[in-house]
């Protein structure tokens, strides 16, 4: 059995020795008996995160969450939220933007419709949809469309127009020629159109006898850009303005040798 006397004089004793250690020294026997003698450097791995300090560890963290989002992090304004140091792959991440831009705006969208060669779709004198596009969600398009006619002898000529499927009245673009017998039409322009809506190429021919389209094709694929201005300019030529018929001049006769 240890005296009394002797348990006073050892509390007394180590009271002593710890009044006289610096507070550096304190703080460094704390961490010893928390993390029991593990250096700073690995006190992450199966100890406490430190906020505000770097934080050092040779394991994979998990942090879980079964009710929720297990981790939120917040900044100020013009400041990322989150940092990486690298560019490798990140697996299975699902991001709403990037660069600034949403899934749907990068999303690769289009349409496209064919007449394959020989296909003989007769026309007149009246605009007649040869080829569409599915409908497109909205946004800004170039289009391209293209169509081989036969003029029959005696018409003055065939053209082919592309036109959104909500306005029959007005044509984009034009293409065609002043003769008869094969005539190339190609047609291309950039508009926006809106959600539903699609792009046709018309065909047409100018005389009053029945002609025919060998074959057409029309693509439209949408772009990643602001529409700045029409400055000023109409948006389309109405159909009803397009000259038919005689009213069309007829093609200047081919010199020989050409």
Known sequence: MVPHASIHQRARRLRAALRSLRPSSVVAVTLALLFGGTTIADAANGGNFLLGKANTETATATLTNTKGTPLKLAAP???????????????NLNAQFTG???A????????HDFRLP?????IDGNPKVIVSTNPLPAGIYFITATALLNVASGDIGGFCIIRKGSDSATAFSEG?????????????????????DNYEEDCFDTGGIPSTVVGAG??????????SSDHGAPTGTPISALPAGPAR??????????
């Open 118 to 122: 020989n296909s003989d779709i007769p």
């Open 176 to 196: 065609g020629a002043t003769q008869t017998g094969i005539v190339q039409a190609a047609e291309t322009m950039t508009t926006s159109i809106s959600a539903g």
């Open 249 to 258: 001049p007829p093609a200047p006769p081919r010199q020989a040798g050409r």
């Open 100 to 102: 600034g831009l949403s």
């Open 218 to 227: 029309i693509t439209a694929i949408r772009i990643l850009g602001n529409l």
């Open 104 to 111: 749907a705006q990068l999303q690769t969208t289009g349409g």
């Open 77 to 91: 304004t013009g400041h990322p939220p989150l940092a990486v140091t690298q560019k490798t792959l990140v697996k």
